[in-house]
């Protein structure tokens, strides 16, 4: 009897402890993370920009921005919050914020695709073409869509709005 009491504790223990674990794994019913929720607004905003709808892309990178302000407060020198902070700032028309946050990830992750192709596209647009070219050098060796996106943007193919 005792085994059977103790082995349905267990049992007991597991199972809560595996919905407990299941809680932050982002599938559905679990809570986003301020990261997560920060990406969310980003995407949001995009699809806005391609609408046409600028202000509501710009609330929503100003939404993404301010919680990836609170991240890099609390937890600093992430480079894929910083990837965030540097194109929120960039988007927003913050082209020396976005260079800073993005040279700041790059000195932790230096080959980090994502902050290399918008550093790229941040230095089109500053017409700083050099510096852009040395970012796709990076990029090269990826064979990842973000060489294809910035050697367009480079070339002229695409027009970047900030």
Known sequence: MKKLILSFLISLF???SSFAAGSDDGGSGAKKSKYDQAV??????????????????????KKAQKILLKL???KPNKPNVLNYLGFTS???????????????GLAIEPDHIGINEYLGELYVAT???????????????????????????IAGEKVSKY
Do not use: P, T, W
Not at 40 to 49: L, Q, R, S, T, V
């Open 127 to 153: 017409n700083r073409h050099n510096l852009a070219i040395e970012r796709l050098e990076v990029l090269k060796s990826c064979k990842c869509k973000e060489y294809d996106q910035l050697k367009a943007i």
């Open 40 to 61: 969310k607004f980003i995407k949001i905003a995009k699809k806005n920009e391609k609408k046409g709808k600028d202000d509501k892309a710009q609330s929503n990178y």
């Open 14 to 16: 597991f199972i809560g």
């Open 90 to 104: 960039r988007k927003l028309g913050d082209f020396e914020g976005g260079e800073r946050y993005y040279l700041q």
């Open 72 to 74: 890099n407060k609390e």
